[in-house]
């Protein structure tokens, strides 16, 4: 039953795309009722899981045998099974990608609505949905990186979902290429895994580390790195973080479920399901992976400073956090880095939500600079939206504001106190640039025509903000940590937290790290409010001066790597290829096969007289020759 | 007696046999290869294959030589003119055929050695073949009816005159 | 002197040996032809003299179906002789050297 079950969470999606593709692919209301059907039963299944699953149960292994080398002379031992992992660690994590899933398919009926290419997008959504949940269940590495490329496809396929429009079009590919590279490092680093410790199954893995924990400690840290390049490229870490604001040319839904709540997040889920590998004697991993962490979320937060598309700020916003929960992981702390994931997923597609919903109602406006009052105009869209936006910051009590504090007592107690003084600038800065955004498109006058004319979102596109903003609002008080906490440390002695416990826990704990994060935002929320209360422009330019010209072109990364880093690469790509191509392949394959067909051609063409008294002296010769040879000379 | 009918049989046939290849006229030639074949089964009938020798004369001095004769008669082949001497034929002929004939004799005299001297007293007429024909070998006979089908088809459609 | 089964297989090494030398040496395609029947008949002698030394009639069951093939082949033969030379006008091999035209 179990077994079913989790089988079923895996495959509903699958088989949407599959009736689609199929069926009713030129059935836009049809086909978006499967997959939201699918999804949703995705979502009851995992339900199901997570509340009866015992606790006897978790872990143990699902699988179906696949692949099966196993060779004495070579001394190659690879057994591969297709195997899901249900325990503390996936089961939350199926539920996040299909709960915030299933919202995020009902939003984009609405939002949707009319696009010619609806059935695609909806098979796109669940081919999508199918890859994530077989990340976040696999139990081997290479059943992970399948799905991990799998995912890498379906965005891909999202992000260019508009492909007639030049910019989408090259978004999507360099999304795609960015993640090849991270790609590269993490298959190298599974390859160098299996070489070291000869298994790909995460359970066989962990017993094998105990036993053979010297020989790995030599290569732990090439180990660490690699596969934090997997980490890096899906979940947009510096300096691989380029693609993601790209990301954005894709429809606002997929903006909201791909590249802010589930997929970006797969990194660093990956980096917490294999965290026994990172966390070695003798592993620098965990530094490098803290410090990338904090200089992307601390880049990212003063990018997102200067941006005026509004989508592009909450992309910032996201590569920000997403630094913030690697960080985390670096400082040895996969708990808050899952427990600030989930907060994020729920707060993140709110807001993202919340801005397709602005998006919409402006007649696809997205700068902040040409709203201005939509307070008044979207009701329900600005209270959600303040929500999210009060949850990101993390204003006490809301999830966000657990979720950040765990992770900045996190770095005190790895005494990274440098990042934890990083944790606390990109808290501050979140809250200003958030508190912009806030000031900026929904106070003050109208400023321009669509402004003026906003409207209200459909309610099939309003009841999933509804249901975010809940999650958003007590997504602290459920108990997420001690969830994600049973999975990494030994059964927590002592009784369940009562909820008052639960609201001051931070303070209890660790009340350095709070009271920073609370001044943080109090400092942050000022700061905005003076500079662009009721402001028709930005301010900031002509204080900063060239920083503003610097952030406002991302500290020019992307024309760093157009102008330099890819001319030089692909120059000498280039150099090699043609050397190849023209000289292996062209003379030597090609030209050569030709010219040795030729040849023989015109040789044997030589025997082709046309004389037949030619062809029966050869022919007795044949026979005179092979009578010889058999009757024994 | 038996003897004395061998060689005489040997050779007509071995002197018949080379008249054909001699011979510059192709009606000739078919007359020669009809002696060569009718004293063939003279052999046959030293052999005890009365059945075959029957079925020789039949089917070779009968049915194929006339085949042949109406062919050449169709064709009005006259004599050969004298082309150039065909040096070419007589050299790779003459190689090829040392060639096979130094090796059937090898072969010949190499196994020798095994094969009884005397002849049994097998009787190859036409009621032991009929038995074996009609048991043993049913079905290649069958197939062989079908052949003969195939080959007349064939024929037929061939010696159609506008033939495409 | 005993007539034994090697003097049989001479005459009929013999006898192959001039039909193969008249395919290889003539010229005209009905005459190569009939060296053909002669090379076959040799075979049957074999064939036959063998049936008699070894005691066994298989041998004149495959003479008897060697005579049957032969007589259909050349049925086919000589059809494709006459439409050859209805279109060539010749039977002369060294005239008919190319397979188109």
Known sequence: MVELLAWLVLFLPLLSVAAITIFTRGNAARSGAISITAVVFSFICGLVLFYALPESSMGMPIQIPWLSIHDQGLGLDLHVDIGLRLDHLSLPMILIVTGVGSLIHIYSWGYMKGDPGFARYFACLSLFTFSMLGIVLADNFLMMFIFWELVGVSSYLLIGFWYERPSAADACKKAFLTNRVGDFGFLVGILLTWATLGSLNFRDLETRLNVHSVEFSAVATAVGLLIFCGAMGKSAQFPLHVWLPDAMEGPTPVSALIHAATMVAAGVYMLCRVFFLLNVDGSQALQVIAWIGGITALMAALIAVQQNDIKRILAYSTLSQLGYMVMAVGCSGPVPAMYHLTTHAFFKALLFLGAGSVIYGLHHEQNIWAMGGVRRKMPITFWTFTFGTLALCGVPPLSGFYSKDSILAQAIKDHHYGLFVLGVVVALLTTFYMFRLFYVVFKGRPRTEAAEHAHESPSVMLWPLFILAIFSIAGGLLGIESLYARHFEAAVAGTEPGFWDRLLEPFNEQLLAASFGVLAVVFGWLWARSLYRNKAVDPLPEKLGWWSQLLRNKFYIDEFYENVLIPCTQDALARVADFIDRWIIGTFAVRGTANVTDVAGRLLRMLQTGSLQMYAFLLVAGVAGVLYWVLGK | ?164 | MDVTLEHYLVVSGVLFSLGLLGVIMRRNLLVIYMCLELMLNAANLALVAMSRYNGNLDGQIMVFFIITVAAAEVAVGLALIVALYRRRQTAHVEDLTSLKS
């Open chain 2, 1 to 164: 007696m038996q003897a004395a009918l061998f060689y005489f049989f040997a050779a007509l046939t071995l002197v018949c046999g080379a008249l054909i290849i001699l011979n510059r006229n192709p009606i000739n030639s078919a007359m020669f290869l009809v002696l060569s074949i009718a004293s063939m089964a003279g052999l046959f009938v030293l052999l005890h294959a009365f059945f075959l020798a029957a079925v020789q004369v039949l089917v070779y001095a009968g049915a194929v030589m006339v085949l042949f004769l109406f062919v050449i008669m169709l064709l009005d082949l006259k004599e050969e003119d004298r082309r150039k001497f065909n040096l070419f034929g007589i050299i790779t002929g003459v190689i090829s055929v040392a060639a096979i004939a130094y090796i059937s004799f090898a072969a010949i005299r190499s196994g020798s050695a095994s094969v009884s001297r005397t002849a049994s007293d097998i009787e190859g007429g036409t009621l032991p073949l009929g038995k074996l024909l009609f048991t043993n070998y049913l079905l290649p006979f069958e197939i062989l009816s079908v052949l003969l089908l195939v080959a007349m088809v064939g024929v037929i459609l061939l010696s159609k005159k506008d033939l495409k």
